[in-house]
Structure formats: C-alpha cells, structure tokens
C-alpha cells in the first residue's frame, strides 16, 4: 500500500545535468539581461541516433574536411530532400567581419539564404593547439564519442580525453541574433568545431547582413565539479552578408475546414517553395475552447496521397506562434519539392496521447 | 523585478522544474531545452506577469507549453510508435515511477502538479487552462487507475 507522501519519490531528484543546465541558462540571463538572448536548441535523441546510423559516410566526410551544409543534412539528419538546385545556392564565399577571440576563431564556411532561413556552416579553430572545443550542451562529464566521428571510437569522458592530452577545455556558442537556432555541430581531427545552423529567418533584403554571437570560454574546477568560467568569457559579433536567393513558388488556401473532434478550424494555409525546402504555415482558431481543452493540444500533419506524413524538409521547425488567446499558427518545413501541390491533407493529431483527429483536403492556388 | 530575485526564484523551483518537465519529456536532452526555452521567455515575458506571488504557476504554465512544442517536434521527427522509452533514474521509486508513466498524460499531470507539486485544483486549473471540473474528473481518473496499478486502497487524498 501507498500513500501521498511516496509520490515525491517518483522522479527522483534533478540530476547534476538538468541543474547545471539551470544555472549556465542563469547566468547567461544575468550576463545578457539587457538584449535577447541566443538561444539554443539542443541536440536531441534522434540527432543521436542519426549520428550512429551514419557513422560510417560521416567518417569519410570528416576525415577528408568536407563538411558542408548539404553533407550536414545528408549526413547527420534522417530522410532530408533537398532539390538538386540546392548546391547552386550555397554561397562559398561570405563577405565577413568581426570573428576573433582570444580563444578560438569563427569563420563562416558556407551559407544559404532562401527567403525563409538561413542555413550556415561555421568553422571555430582554437587560437591554441592547447584548446579542446566544445559544442554549447557539451559537458566534460560526457562521452568523448558525442565529439563527433572521428572520436566515435573513443571511449571515456571528455574530460578524461582533455586531461590525457594536456588540453583546456572551452565550450562554445554560436547564435544568430533574435533568431531561434537549431544547432548541430562536430569537433574534425585538427580540433575544429564545426557548427551547422539553421534558422527561421525572414525578410525582403536581397543581401541581408546577419549577425551571429560567437562565444569561448573555458571550464574551470570549482568545488570538485566542472563550471563555465564566466568571468573569462570572450565573445565578439560576427556580421556576415548573405545572398537571398528566394522562394521559388507560393500556394495558399483560405478556404477553411473545422476539426470538431478538437474544436479548431483551419483558416488558412500556406506553402512557400525553395530548393532547401517546403515552408508551411497553418493559422488555426479554437472555434470550441472545451474540445480543444480536452485534446491537450494539437498539431498538424500534411500526408500524401497514399496517407503516409510527408517528410520533414531542412528547415527548423518553427513550432507554434501564439497570435491572441485563440488564434494561432503552425510553422513547419518539409522535404523540398519540386513543384507544390494543387491540394494537401491535413490531419490533426493530439501530441499527448497521439490520437488521430479529422483529415481534410485543402485546394491550393497559386499565388 | 531584477534578473538577480529571478534567478533565486527560479533556484527555489529547481525541483519542481525538473518533476514537470519529467513528467511530460522522456530525454534529458528534451527536458533541458523545454527549461531553458522557459527560462528565457520568462524572462522576457517577466513585465507580463501582474503580481509575483504567482510566478511559481505562471513559470511552470510556460515550461508546459514548452515541453508540449517539443513533443509536436518530437512526434513530428519519430514515427508516432517510435518515441523513446524512458528510463527509471536509479534514485526514483521505479514502482511509482512506472504506474505514473502508465497514466495518459491528461491524467498524469494533475496528479504530479498537486500530488508532488502541492498546487490546489484552483491553481492547476488555472496552469492548465482547463475548466476545475475538467481537473477534478481527470485527477479522479488517474487516482482510479493509479489504485489497480499498485494494487492497494485509494489514499491519495485531495482537496475535491
């Protein structure tokens, strides 16, 4: 028998991880109180998988320095389609400025701007053979093997590889400025961290100049545990122009369809059509607050004509936009296509219990 | 209010942070992206919040919107029957542990946020943004079931 006051003891207690993770985002609020953040979105579970199921490619690429951003996502992400025009795309050369510190370079590789994000590879080369880089979430209690390929058949912790080769560890960050960035990154065998970013990124310029923070600091020991030392952090702007080269094609409907099961209804739908990807954007509005309320939540899902989900495109998610207390709009980023649909299917899902709601079909027009 | 009372606030949470986000995230790395995201949108949201003795419900209303953003992301980069299984972290209760997780999450998370959290029905409502009937019938729910899975008598008492 059990009672209440067991139920404390369900999770257990946070762990070194999740409070660190804690502090360190403290005390960049401290550091940064003034000006928005660059935030992180860390690398997940299935980027790790990924990771593993690629082991053998990514090796080669690594070991022959090639990382790119389509070898980033061929490489390290599942099922990413990019149209062959994607690779006419890639600027090679950035125009750039403002990339040193006292730790650690940071030099753009290649960039693509399509109109709706941007898509960077960026080379951190540590001022001293004595560095060893780190990604943002890399901490020295983890495996040497999360460094990329080239460590995968390393074993111990970071740390106790930066201790057997007498090196200083320093993490770093690179955020583009008011955007939120999904990162991805991997240490070559020279010891450059090579960082993958890719955001939402808007706007009518047709060479916009996009500023990333770049950020070194190095661990220090404080009371027996591994800390950032903040007082040493080293951070300088990196300005880079870019070439937008566009959205390729545009299809919406605004012809609206309700999903009673979870009290929404769908009013309007856009695709936006680059080489790198498909950009949809769903406004919804909660026409039925109770069933909403019920379904905990809901997100959408285009499915082709055999009922399969289409793949997700390069871009980042995007997530859901809160527009007033019942309007909202899903952003999201499908595999490239190439051209865009006359119709879609849409179907809403529950995203805590996965129950499937309605699926309706929407007519496309071309704008 | 300065950056230095939030931050002491947001350490007395420390725990509660990670139950919630636990609660509804099976990877570690998840959990830290859902608080870090909350914790930066509280930060810049904070001239929104009208009185700071709610910032305990108005901090863990946005860490749930948080952690539900990365299930979308989540359910939207697996297959839908190919999310992760969690493991039992070796300090939890695993019976407990596994009849919480055997709970929707609809049922579970009232259950978490006033059994262990100690929220009032008034409060999770308000964190849910759900009628308090709607609280109460899901809170009945998840004590009827948490009652079979561990196979003893209901002694999870509320307020209801």
Redesign the interface.
């Known amino acids: 028998m059990r009672d209440m006051n067991d139920m404390k003891n369900a999770f257990g207690k946070a762990d070194d991880a999740f409070v660190n993770n804690v502090y360190r985002t403290l005390s960049d609020i401290q550091l940064n109180k003034d000006k928005k953040p660059a935030r992180k979105i860390y690398f997940s579970l299935t980027a790790a998988i990924i990771i593993v199921c690629v082991l053998s490619a990514g090796t080669v690429l690594a070991l022959s320095d090639t990382w790119g951003i389509l070898d980033f996502l061929s490489g390290r992400r599942a099922n990413v389609k990019v149209l062959p025009e994607a690779s006419g795309v890639v600027q090679e050369e950035v125009p750039q400025q403002g990339n040193q510190t006292d730790f650690a370079s940071f030099v753009i590789r290649e960039a693509v701007h399509d109109g709706q994000s941007v898509y960077i590879v960026l080379d951190v080369k540590p001022s001293s053979p004595d560095y060893l880089l780190l990604g943002p979430d890399a901490q020295p209690h983890d495996h040497i093997s999360n460094l990329g390929p080239v460590f995968s058949r390393k074993t111990g912790t970071i740390a106790e590889y930066a201790q057997a080769n007498h090196k200083i560890m320093m993490n770093t960050s690179v955020g583009i400025s008011g955007a939120n960035c999904s990162i991805d990154y991997l240490l070559e065998e020279d010891g450059t961290l090579v960082y993958m970013i890719d955001a939402r990124y808007g706007g009518n310029s047709s060479t916009p100049v996009v500023e990333l923070e770049c950020v070194a600091l190095p661990f220090i020991v404080e009371n027996g545990k591994y800390t950032r030392d903040m007082n040493s952090k080293k951070s300088t702007i990196l300005s880079a122009t870019l070439k937008n080269a566009g959205t390729q094609q545009k299809v919406i409907c605004t012809e609206s369809a309700v999903y009673s099961d979870c009290g929404v209804r769908v009013d309007k739908i856009t695709l936006k059509g680059s080489a790198m990807s498909t950009y949809t954007e769903i406004e919804f509005t909660v026409v039925d607050a109770n069933k909403y309320a019920e379904s905990d939540g809901i997100f959408f899902v285009f499915l082709d004509r055999y009922g399969q989900p289409i793949p997700n495109g390069a871009g980042s998610g995007g997530g859901i936009e809160t527009i007033d207390n019942v309007h909202f709009t899903e952003k999201n980023s499908l595999q490239a296509m190439e051209k865009l649909p006359s119709e879609v299917i849409l179907r809403g899902y529950s995203y805590s219990d996965k129950t499937k709601y309605e699926t309706h079909t929407f007519k496309m027009k071309q704008q | 209010m300065t ?2 009372k ?2 002491t606030q ?2 007395a949470m ?2 509660t ?3 919630v986000s ?2 509804q995230l099976s ?7 859902a ?3 909350c ?2 949108k509280a ?2 949201k904070r001239h929104q919040l009208k009185d700071e003795q709610y910032m305990q419900t108005w901090v863990i209303r946005i860490l749930i919107n948080e952690c ?2 990365i ?8 297959p ?1 029957d190919e999310l ?1 299984e969690r493991v039992t ?5 695993s ?3 596994d009849a ?1 997780f055997s709970l ?3 049922l579970r998370l009232p ?1 978490v946020l006033h ?2 959290e100690g929220f009032s029905i008034s409060e999770i409502a308000r964190i ?4 308090k009937g ?1 609280v109460k019938s899901r809170m009945r729910r998840g004590r009827q079931a948490l009652k079979i899975i ?1 196979n ?2 209901d ?3 509320c307020e209801i």
């Open positions: 950056s230095d939030f931050s947001i350490v420390m725990q942070l990670y139950r636990y609660a990877q570690s790395c998840d959990r830290d992206e608080v870090q995201e914790l930066y930060w810049q539900h953003n299930q979308r992301k989540r359910c939207k980069e697996l839908l992760p972290p070796a300090d939890a209760d019976e407990l542990h919480l929707e999450e609809k259950i059994y262990i849910l943004r759900c009628p709607t561990l003893g008598e002694q999870l008492l």
